[in-house]
């Protein structure tokens, strides 16, 4: 199996924020992408989402590769090399897709999904072409975060997981492989290791929110988009860092349970921008312009790092 951008026909089941996005991704390599978007209002809306987001990437060349279709039966599916699955984050809505999928999707198309915690296999659970199922978790927004974890099932064939990378990688991605797919995968365990310590310690009464945002953002964190981890400890020295860790790792948070500070806000419905209130409170105007100022940080650091990224033909 071998994809070459230019001979993939990609089809993206869900035209929500991530699915667009991922659709986008693909496009800039130069796959022919069909969204399956069965809502008539969103799917209305994707061609002026497209044209905007293949402008903004330098690749409004590529726009006429993206169409849409409003159901899985109006797909040419002997046409398709590769399916995207975007739907919402529920086990039961996955599985139910897959099994579909399975009866639509040529024997040799690779079925993937952008699930970003449900395990693979479990998704793939009971089908008789699991060794096909792959996981392919892209980071929102997909079309400025590089990197796309690509995750190995119980069954899935090892050559499924090659050439989806080389092709992730032909889109200017940057492909991360993940051999187990345990929940969370890779970059969300560690996302959430973090914010476990760091809900602890507001809980705690240790530092507040605010604080603890400025830390990582103008602290260490602001390191991460020059090297990751591991390199960050060449850097410093491996028995900086060891001694470090005998001191601190005995007093870190390993509650399996959500923090306090994290659980009487969902408990309260105030989710965050959704809902106008989570940590912090919204208002349209705040929202607006806090988004306008993320998307504007994410572009700058991709252009710092760009040169650390795939060409794209």
């Known amino acids: 199996m071998l994809f070459t951008p230019a001979e993939t026909k990609v ?13 986008a991704v693909c496009a800039r390599g130069g796959c022919a992408v069909q969204v399956v978007e069965p809502t008539t209002e969103r799917r209305a809306l994707l061609p002026d989402y497209f044209a905007n987001t293949m402008i903004d990437l330098g690749y409004e060349h590529r726009l006429h590769l993206l169409t849409t279709a409003g159901s899985l039966e109006e797909v040419d599916w ?14 039961d809505i996955k599985q139910e897709l897959f099994a579909k999928l399975e009866q639509y999707a040529k024997p040799e198309a690779v ?54 990378s080389r092709l992730m990688t032909a889109c200017g991605m940057v492909p991360v492989t993940v051999k187990k797919d ?4 890779l970059a969300n365990r560690l996302q959430h290791a973090l914010s476990r310590e760091a809900f602890a310690m507001v809980d705690a009464g240790i530092a507040s929110l605010e604080d603890i945002d400025k830390a990582v953002r103008f602290g260490f964190g602001f390191r991460y ?13 491996l028995d900086v860092h060891g001694a470090g860790g005998a001191t601190i790792y005995p007093s870190l948070n390993n509650s399996p349970e959500i923090a306090k500070c994290l659980s009487d806000r969902i408990a309260s419905g105030k989710l965050g921008m959704k809902t106008g209130e989570g940590f912090y409170s919204w208002t349209a105007e705040t929202m607006k312009a806090e988004r306008e ?9 991709l252009k710092i790092i760009q040169k650390d990224l795939p060409e794209i033909e």
């Open 11 to 23: 089809v993206i089941v869900g035209g929500g924020t991530m699915g667009a996005d991922v659709a």
């Open 225 to 237: 988009i020059a090297a990751g981890p591991a390199m960050q400890r060449d850097h410093a020295g």
């Open 182 to 185: 345990l929940p969370g995968f």
């Open 293 to 301: 100022r993320y998307q504007d940080a994410l572009r700058a650091g």
């Open 111 to 164: 079925l993937a999904s952008n699930s970003t915690s449900f395990p693979i296999s479990d998704i793939a659970r009971g089908l008789k072409t699991s060794a096909r199922m792959i996981g392919l978790h892209f980071f929102m927004p997909a079309h400025l975060v590089p990197c796309v974890e690509v995750v190995y099932g119980e069954k899935t064939s090892p050559m499924v997981g090659e050439s989806l």
């Open 78 to 91: 002997p046409e398709v090399d590769l399916v995207i699955e975007c739907v919402p984050e529920r086990l």
